[in-house]
């Protein structure tokens, strides 16, 4: 037993030792990758007259990563999950740095101005996330169009890849510099930086693995000392032809609350849009990073957890003068993928690049100029691969048109600029396309379609003979100008004739304008013109109180009606309809003589019926028989209303239908021997005849002529009903 036990505790020892081999390995090769993206993103931002400033970038640089990684490994919802510093916020920062750079008038204020700057583009950053957080706002971020996003991202690339080119050759690449390119020196780091961008592509072409890139920077770092070598160049000699960068053996730190002095605030303040784009898109990267490592590791992320621990991540960096930084999407899959067991192989990665910055951001020195050069342009074609390239035949030509010119706009314009032009763009294309979206989700005539009150035979046969004289609109979606002006163009065009009743639902409507009320007063006026009845149905609070502002829905008016249910407008459609086309024995007022001679076809036959039927006085609210009773007799209405109702399982009544003078009511139950499955209740005092179980079964046995004659009369009931239910589901598929 104890050799078990002992055996067990170095299989555990050997188990534990391995994983934090896996782990050592994959955080050392992830801080490869963040020590040149961080030592490239120093070289972007600080160059040209901010060249100066190179140490303390580097150093801010690599402090980021480091406390980036640090803490969003330690708060992530993904255990592997790796920050830093992203391509597209230092691009802006890049940008943020120009633009206060010119703003700066005293040359001794320029240094501390840009990184006061920065530092506060870090500080946006962290608040930002941090609303977002804590008021679990992320879902508005999602609301940013794509187009938007997408040219915003290769405006980026676009920025990426200038600075790329700037970092090869020294300076910024205009039609002023072209004599520059020509220069021998300057051919020989483009043609340096163009191999490495062809090998880092043709690497992760062949492998389709992310630590294939770490390979590629390690490799080229290695050739290069090698060329070195051969050609007698020593490493003084290489930092004269900007071969290397000269890179301080001890850190250069900028601590924000050291240097309040001497910083221009004006020029700080010139660079608040770029502050207020970089915390914009530090955001959606969080986001859009967050919601691709769920979809590539099929597992839910906690985005506002995670917006809060990037907002915490940023204050730390900004309170010791770094830059913003943001969970890396190809950061966290390059730890994964290296064989990371859990949070430990980012935490070793963050200790590295600390630890750069305490004891050697010297040694930072020795990666070439042209490795730094090429991983940018590298880096920007990628962005712009994916936001330009890939997305060219998933994107209708409206939307790839809004996203090249959104690119076009912030490349020549600048970010705040463009993304401002680019959301109004967005917002007009949205309203063109939406205008276009049919309102009407359905639009029938009487003759399919009408209201649950179960009228005598002849009545509904007129009805449908009729029916095109009733147009039944069903109504949808927000309205507006656009879309409500074209339905009133659509009534319009349809002329006096044969329409003479217009009934509207808009129970599905979520919203209206005042333009779409307009177009409805105009609806109004038409109808009085060509003598329309207009039913407004299921209008909602707010909408009834903007109609009778405009002067509409007031008593009185017999043209336009407003009801509570589009089945009361369609009832009342109806009584309009039937009022204009009933004659003498059509009406429902004839004696019940009358009506049943007619269903039977022999007056005789009628006397006979209605000797063994009860009559039953019913006063309003009172019940006929409820749902569960026992279906024990067949009811005609002799006159007055009622109503069949159900009660759902959440305890609520439902109407159903309701019966009208001259119906049958309660066939079913009888003829099946169920139980009643709904409810009858008398809407007004009405009486009905009763033809018990008892009778009826004495009526096929005593009187087979009449029992056929109520056979029939009930198929045909029953028939009717069933083939205008079936007209109604047909037309509303």
């Not at 993206?37 to 931002?45: K, V």
């Not at 506002?304 to 950061?331: D, K, M, Q, Y």
């Not at 039913?535 to 109609?547: D, G, K, Q």
């Amino acid at each position: 037993m104890q050799k078990s036990a002992t055996a067990h505790a170095r299989e555990s020892l050997a188990a534990a030792a391995s994983n934090f081999g896996r782990d050592l390995v994959s955080g050392s090769i992830v801080s490869v990758v963040s020590l040149a993206y961080s030592l490239s993103f120093a070289l972007l931002i600080f160059s040209g007259s901010l060249a100066p400033g190179l140490p303390y970038g580097i150093s801010a640089a690599l402090l980021s990563a480091g406390l980036c990684t640090l803490v969003i490994s330690l708060g992530s919802s993904f255990v592997r999950a790796v920050g830093g510093p992203d391509s597209a916020p230092i691009a802006i920062m890049a940008v943020l740095a120009a633009t206060v750079a010119s703003h700066v008038a005293a040359p001794d204020a320029l240094l501390p101005t840009v990184l006061t700057a920065l530092v506060t583009a870090s500080f946006a950053s962290g608040m930002f996330l941090l609303g977002l957080g804590a008021f679990r706002l992320e879902a508005w971020m999602r609301y940013i169009p794509y187009p938007v996003l997408a040219g915003f991202v290769a405006a980026v690339g676009w920025q990426l890849m200038l600075g790329g080119l700037r970092v090869l050759t020294g300076g910024p690449v205009t039609l002023d510099s072209i004599e520059l390119l020509a220069q021998p020196q300057t051919v020989y780091h483009l043609l340096a930086g163009l191999a490495f961008v062809l090998t880092a592509a043709g690497a992760q072409y062949v492998s389709r693995s992310p630590p294939a890139l770490a390979g590629v920077l390690i490799g080229a770092v290695a050739v290069a000392h090698v060329v070195f070598l051969s050609l007698g160049m020593d490493l003084d000699q290489a930092r004269a032809g900007f071969w290397l960068l000269a890179v301080p053996d001890t850190p250069n730190l900028f601590l924000p609350w050291q240097h309040t002095s001497g910083v221009d605030w004006l020029a700080v303040a010139n660079g608040g849009g770029e502050i207020a784009a970089c915390a914009a898109i530090v955001a959606v990267n969080v986001l859009l990073n967050g919601t691709s490592l769920e979809l590539w590791s099929r597992r839910g992320l906690d985005l506002n957890r995670e917006l809060v621990v990037n907002a915490a991540a940023n204050i730390f960096a900004g309170a010791v003068g770094g830059l913003p930084g943001n969970l890396s999407f190809n950061r966290t899959i390059l730890n994964t993928r290296s064989g990371a067991t859990g949070r430990r192989s980012a935490l070793i990665c963050g200790a590295i690049l600390i630890g750069f910055v305490a004891v050697g951001p010297g040694l930072m020195g020795l990666v070439p100029t042209p490795v730094l050069g090429g991983l940018l342009i590298y880096l920007g074609l990628n962005v712009l691969r994916e936001t330009l390239a890939r997305v060219r035949h998933t994107l209708g030509p409206a939307d790839y048109v809004l996203l090249a010119l959104l690119f076009l706009l912030i490349v020549n314009w600048g970010y705040f600029e463009g993304v401002a032009l680019g959301v109004v763009a967005s917002c007009i294309v949205f309203v063109f396309r939406y205008s276009r979206v049919p309102i009407v989700r359905h639009d029938l005539t009487r003759a399919s379609f009408g209201s649950t009150l179960d009228r005598t035979q002849r009545q509904s046969d007129l009805l449908r003979e009729a029916g095109a004289e009733m147009q039944i609109l069903w109504l949808r979606g927000y309205l507006f100008f656009g879309t409500a002006n074209r339905l009133y163009a659509a009534i319009e065009k349809r002329g006096k004739d044969p329409l003479h009743h217009l009934v509207l639902d808009f129970s599905r409507v979520s919203g209206m304008d005042s333009s779409a009320v307009f177009s409805f007063v105009k609806l109004a006026h038409l109808a009085r013109e060509r003598e329309i009845t207009v039913a407004f149905c299921a209008l909602s609070r707010e909408a009834l109180n903007t109609f009778r502002g405009e002067g509409l829905l007031h008593s009185g008016d017999r043209h336009v009606r407003s009801f509570a249910t589009l089945d009361q407008g369609l009832e009342w459609s109806e009584e309009q309809m039937l009022a204009a086309h009933l004659k003498g024995s059509d009406r429902a007022d004839v004696p019940i003589e009358t009506w049943l001679t007619h269903e039977l076809e022999d007056s005789d036959l009628t006397k006979r019926f209605l000797a063994i039927l009860d009559l039953m006085s019913l006063d309003k609210d009172a019940v006929l028989f409820r749902q569960g009773d026992a279906a024990d007799a067949l009811y005609l209405i002799k006159s007055g209303k009622l109503a069949i109702t159900l009660k759902a399982d959440d305890g609520t009544t439902v109407r159903l239908r309701t019966m009208a003078t001259h119906t049958v009511l309660g066939e079913m139950g009888l003829y099946r021997d169920l139980q009643r499955t709904a409810t009858v209740v008398a809407l007004e005092p009405s009486q009905v005849l009763r033809l018990s179980k008892a009778r009826f079964l004495d009526l096929k046995r005593d009187d087979p002529e009449l029992c056929d004659a109520v056979h029939r009369m009930v198929v045909r009931t029953l028939a009717n009903r069933l083939a205008f239910a079936n007209s109604a589901v047909a037309a509303l598929q």
